[in-house]
């Protein structure tokens, strides 16, 4: 039974690497570390090898489990995201971009690098990207939360090239069960989380059982129920401000006709001061110029997902004979999830039909439509003339770019049901006293159905205008009837489909000292052979393009495997009876993979331990380690997206900065006139593009070392302190040329050749103002082309020790506990393309090429004051400031800012030990209710806060980082635990 009690100061705590039992603290007798520390045995997250210490070559940070319930947290990731080595990955409030689940990034490197384990072995992926989502993991159950950063590809194999995440669930011995309700103190984003686990043992102690099941719950909380994010200070930089700010919805109706045609050199003008170009519809019928008007998309889009889980699952072992044992696992979740976006924007170059159109358009609009038709018959005669087919509608059908925000058919909702199981059956025991084995194997499934509502048909909105369908009146705010948003409505469903089987084999022990006098030789060998499957299925509708609202894509469906043999060697040298000890460690892998482009890859590591003399110990570890391409890497279909990107065609600075830029942008079909101009080159922030997987792509290649001291000195009882540095450099970095479309465009017009590798998603697409849109979007796919490079500092502090008084006690003492885990980031460069002079140095910098905040600094300290049966504890979370890295923009003259300010959140919790088996907890979070804020804009409050955070133009979502930087403001929670 886990209490908080004076014996529970590792309650709470983040601990210091690779004391993963210590002395210092005491341990509930029915631990799995105690009772391994009983047998003299010990398995360290980072080896397989089972080891009669703790101490280990590679720093392990330690997250115990009485973290989540002090901190009030259910899902796993709020917890994680606090470590200094983690950088958020898509979490409760990634809503656009986002995709349901909850992923982790150790050191920025991507969720697809780092590896998820529970109890040492692979877990649950939810996607063609084989990424764990997070929402699978009994919380309740969590003993502990092992983080091992740098590459262990030696020791677990593919996809931990950033690190790996090891999960250790508890087993039960009797009843638990309890309860958790957290609420923002603005009324709003209730969480409720019911759970109950029963254990017990049997046969006189040969086998035990644990089957458990919980029920979550969280309600949504949209970006209108806050004042920081309630406008969309986006667009800004493409034009004038927010039109109607202040106004949760705008009328809006957008129609939008070039200006001019160029036939065989020669250009036609069209109607000089044509009213219908871009003109918004605020009256039915009746147009005026844009100005620069944007809508607000903000108010109706979630700021905290809905979520609902359902969870059920069981382990058991069984002592079938002296020494040999047999196992099982079996989990199921049903995992809903929802994200939710202002009503659907149709854009794209559109036939419209006069006479269809006109008893919704005002007399005026009308003539102005019909002397485009006679331009545009025109230049159809003139191409006819030059020998060339007619390139436009003409005959009463004008060719005009809409852009209509169809708010008559609400917003867009897409729902995300996963259903994901995972058995596993193994067998371990004792070859002889110093031989033991390990077999297993699992296998994993997920099923996604995506169903989305909101969508507009493409082919029924064209048929709407040209008179081949019912007609619609898109002129005007709230215009189309409800017969016309059911001819244009479409509703779309995906399917995803992931499976993960390992066959696993491990044969460990010990050799003897070989008289060296340093203890017994470990080592382990095993055999490995792992399958990976996926599938991505969209309807008809969405494979076809026919759907607007969310991003249509084409199937996916690939799989591959891997046959490996692996082996790892722990070997003390020496231990003296002065205190000094040294032991090296090794390891590597062979692997055989079935992609022809990988083949066979080794990955091996080398680490050392040496203690200099009692309480102070030097230890470091070279690895390197790989990964192969994902299934959506390699086999994703083509689905169009649209990223947030400024064209550098229509960026007059970058025109002026980058010499024979503008030469690239005319070769590729930008008016020369327009080049610079960003209100005709680019009318949206978002640039559209289609994204699809490579079969020829290589495996990624990352070499990692560590180097550190672990003291505790013995004149400070209680006192712990590690420090490790770390270089991690992943090479072949799969990734788009320049890391981002932005990138991408970036290097092409940054000067060079037209027609280049880098140029060739760019030929041929533009439309005759020289824009890219939705009718032609670029074509771009990732290649092994880039490097990253991360290294920095870890330090971690624990002190315990006991106060001369207590007031709740008559013991006349307590207890006090600090806990401080921080990482300085030196070094987090991007490299887009290797042997290119572009690198993007991210270390203390946030936006552009390099999304999330990396601040330089970023500690998460705990203080604990245990007096008898009440644990007080406050929590200090910092994150340094960051600059803009996008120096392509100056963001500071958009609404937005260059420079986010350092940033402190202080949260407060209270446990209880009611009886022997009642626990209740208390707390707030963010208790001084810190928020991003604006104190004004444009002259109209927004918020009495300081401006710190609040992005304009430069932003992910929700004006801000909403997985970095708190979004609920001050949040309160009430959680209790009974255990029988």
């Not at 990034?105 to 084989?130: H, I």
Request: glycine fraction near 12%; include cysteine; charged fraction near 15%.
């Amino acid at each position: 039974m886990t209490r908080f009690n004076k014996a529970s100061l590792l309650a709470g705590t983040i601990m210091a690497g690779a004391m993963i039992a210590t002395p210092a603290y005491a341990q509930d007798a029915d631990t799995t570390e105690t009772a391994a520390q009983e047998d003299n045995f010990i398995v360290v997250t980072g080896s397989r090898i089972q080891q009669r210490n703790v101490d280990t070559a590679a720093p392990v940070a330690v997250v115990e489990a009485e973290e989540f319930k002090l901190s009030g947290t259910v899902n796993v990731e709020q917890v994680l995201n606090t470590l200094p080595q983690v950088i958020p990955g898509t979490t409760a409030f990634s809503n656009n971009p986002g995709n349901g689940a909850a992923t982790l990034n150790l050191r920025g490197l991507g969720s697809t690098r780092t590896l998820v384990l529970v109890n040492g072995r692979r877990w649950v992926s939810f996607d063609t990207n084989q990424v764990v989502d997070l929402n699978t993991i009994p919380q309740f159950l969590i003993e502990s939360v092992d983080v091992v950063t740098g590459g262990a590809s030696a020791v677990y194999g593919s996809d931990a090239l950033a690190g790996v995440v090891n999960f250790r669930l508890k087993k039960v011995e009797g009843l638990e069960m309890g309860g958790q309700y957290s609420i923002t103190e603005r009324g709003d984003g209730a969480r409720y989380q019911m759970y109950g686990a029963i254990g017990t043992s049997f046969d006189d102690g040969r086998g035990n059982a644990t089957v458990y099941a919980e029920y979550f719950n969280r309600e949504s909380i949209f970006q209108g129920d806050r004042a920081f994010s309630n406008f969309a200070l986006g667009a800004e930089s493409f034009g004038a401000p927010l039109q109607q700010f202040g106004s949760s919805t705008l009328p809006t109706a957008r129609f939008n006709v070039p200006t001019s045609r160029t036939v065989a050199g020669t250009a036609l003008p069209l109607a000089q001061g044509l009213v219908i170009d871009d003109a918004i519809f605020d009256q039915p019928g009746v147009g005026r110029p844009r100005a620069g008007d944007t809508y607000n998309y903000a108010p109706v889009n979630y700021l905290q997902i809905p979520q609902e889980r359902y969870l059920l699952g069981g382990y058991a072992d069984y002592e079938f004979s002296d020494g040999h044992r047999a196992y099982t696992e079996v989990t199921y979740v049903n995992n809903r999830v929802q994200q939710e976006l202002a009503p659907t924007p149709v854009t794209g170059t559109y036939n419209v039909d006069i006479a269809t159109v006109s008893p919704f358009l005002s007399p005026a609009i009308i003539n102005e439509l019909n002397i485009l038709d006679q331009r545009e018959e025109a230049v159809n005669a003139a191409l006819v003339a030059a020998g060339s087919a007619p390139a436009l509608p003409g005959l009463g059908v004008v060719s005009a770019s809409i852009q209509r925000r169809v708010e008559e058919t609400g917003s867009r909702n897409s729902l995300d049901e996963r259903n994901a199981f995972r058995v596993l059956a193994g067998v371990t025991g004792s070859i002889t006293d110093n031989l033991n084995y390990d077999a297993y194997y699992s296998y994993a499934r997920t099923r996604n159905a995506n169903v989305q509502s909101g969508n507009i048909s493409r082919s029924a909105f064209q048929a709407g205008l040209d008179g081949t369908g019912t007609p619609i009146n898109i002129f005007g705010y709230n215009t189309l009837t409800p017969g016309m948003v059911d001819a244009i409505s479409i509703q779309a469903q995906n399917g995803d489909i992931s499976t993960v089987e390992v066959a696993s084999g491990t044969v460990s022990g010990f050799l003897g000292d070989f008289g060296w006098g340093g203890g017994d030789i470990g080592f382990a060998v095993g055999a490995e052979y792992r399958r990976v499957a996926a599938e991505f299925i969209p309807d008809t509708a969405l494979s076809s393009g026919d759907v607007i609202g969310f991003n249509a894509g084409d199937a996916t469906e690939g799989a591959y495997n891997v046959k490996e043999i692996f082996a790892e060697l722990n070997v003390p040298i020496f231990e003296t009876d002065g205190g000094q000890r040294l032991e090296l460690t090794g390891a590597a892998r062979y692997s055989d993979y079935s992609l022809d482009n990988v083949g066979s890859v080794w990955t091996y590591a080398g680490g050392a331990e040496f203690t200099v003399t009692d309480g102070v110990m030097l230890r470091g570890q070279y690895q390197r380690a790989v990964r192969a391409p994902n299934v959506a890497e390699l086999f994703g279909g083509q689905a169009i997206g649209f990223p947030g990107a400024v064209d550098p065609c229509g960026n007059a600075a970058f025109i002026g900065a980058n010499a024979g830029s503008a030469a690239i942008c005319q070769a590729h079909g930008v008016p020369a006139g327009n080049v610079g101009n960003a209100a005709v080159v680019q009318l949206n922030a978002q640039i559209p593009a289609l994204f699809g997987g490579n079969p020829n792509l290589g495996e990624e290649t990352g070499t990692s070392w560590t180097a550190g001291i672990v003291l505790q000195p013995t004149f400070v009882p209680g006192l712990t302190i590690t420090a490790d540095y770390f270089n991690i450099e992943v090479e072949d970095f799969i990734t788009v040329a320049g890391g981002s479309l932005q990138g991408l465009m970036n290097l092409c017009y940054s000067g060079g050749n037209a027609t280049s590798v880098l140029c060739q998603p760019f030929i041929g697409i533009r439309n005759a103002d020289g824009a890219i849109t939705v009718d032609a979007p670029p074509l771009v796919s990732g290649i092994n082309a880039a490097k990253q490079e991360v290294s920095g500092v870890d330090l971690q502090i624990n002190y315990n020790t006991s106060l001369p008084f207590s007031l709740l006690t008559d013991t006349g003492s307590s207890r006090f506990d600090l806990n401080f885990n921080g990482t300085w980031t030196d070094k987090n460069d991007f490299t887009p393309v290797v042997g290119r002079p572009d690198v993007d140095v991210c270390a203390g910098q946030f936006g552009g090429n390099c999304g999330q905040p990396i601040a330089s600094y970023k500690w998460a300290s705990r203080f604990t004051w245990i007096d008898g049966p009440l644990t007080t504890t406050v929590r200090w979370r910092h994150l340094s400031g960051v600059d803009d890295a996008d120096d392509s923009v100056d963001y500071a003259a958009f609404n937005g800012i260059e420079r986010i300010s350092a940033y402190d959140l202080i949260d407060l919790t209270f446990a209880f030990e009611a009886s022997e088996n009642v626990t209740v907890a208390f707390g707030v979070n963010n208790l001084f209710d810190t928020l991003p804020g604006s104190p004004t804009f444009n002259g109209i409050v927004v918020d009495n806060r300081p401006n710190s955070l609040l992005l304009g133009d430069n932003q992910e979502q929700a004006n801000t980082y909403p997985s970095v930087y708190d979004v609920l403001g001050r949040d309160f929670f009430a959680s209790v635990a009974f255990s029988f």
